[in-house]
């Protein structure tokens, strides 16, 4: 039963953390709880191996950057998505960080995965390209080509003509 107490604490200690990164790394609520919920499920297995060692945050990242890259793998996502209600909350077009979270969606999964990683998790260079499975190098243009383009994006106001 310690076992089960100890995740619990974990999963109510991080889980908004690890759902506002995965909305970041998919640029959608509903699949960011999915990717947090397949995550959280394999964490759980392996979770008395996981949990005496100080480094369950950084596992926890690395399977949460693969399930959001497994999701976006699948094709159902990518279909018409309809809404039978308006969302309850509201964004107006104006707010800074509206725009953002656009331009990010509008940018190349392995783009998008890596500035995540580098600037909203505060990852070394280093930290990434274990993560991501790429070299150093990678890491440092593909950072380089998607701030780029995201100043693009931010300075364009049509995104949605873009995506």
């Known amino acids: ?4 107490r100890d995740f619990g604490e974990y999963v109510d200690a991080r889980a908004l953390l690890m759902r506002r990164t995965a909305y970041l790394l998919c640029g959608d609520w509903h699949r960011a709880e999915d990717i947090v919920q397949t995550s959280l499920a394999k964490l759980y297995v392996v979770w008395p191996r996981v949990r005496r060692a ?3 945050d950084a596992y926890v990242r690395k399977v949460l950057v693969r399930a959001a890259i497994d999701e976006g793998r699948r094709g159902f996502f990518r279909r018409e998505r309809a809404v039978a209600d308006v969302p309850d909350t509201s964004v107006s077009a104006s707010a800074p960080d509206f ?3 656009r331009a990010l969606a509008a940018l190349p999964v392995g783009q998008r995965t890596i500035l995540v990683l580098r600037f909203w998790e505060d990852l070394s ?5 274990r993560l991501v499975g790429r070299t150093e190098g990678t890491v440092k243009s593909q950072t380089a080509k998607g701030l780029a383009s995201l100043r693009d994006l931010l300075g364009n106001p049509k995104l949605e003509e873009r995506r």
């Open 1 to 4: 039963m310690d076992r089960d």
């Open 54 to 56: 100080d480094t369950v």
């Open 99 to 101: 725009d953002v979270r």
């Open 125 to 129: 260079v280093t930290e990434v390209a």
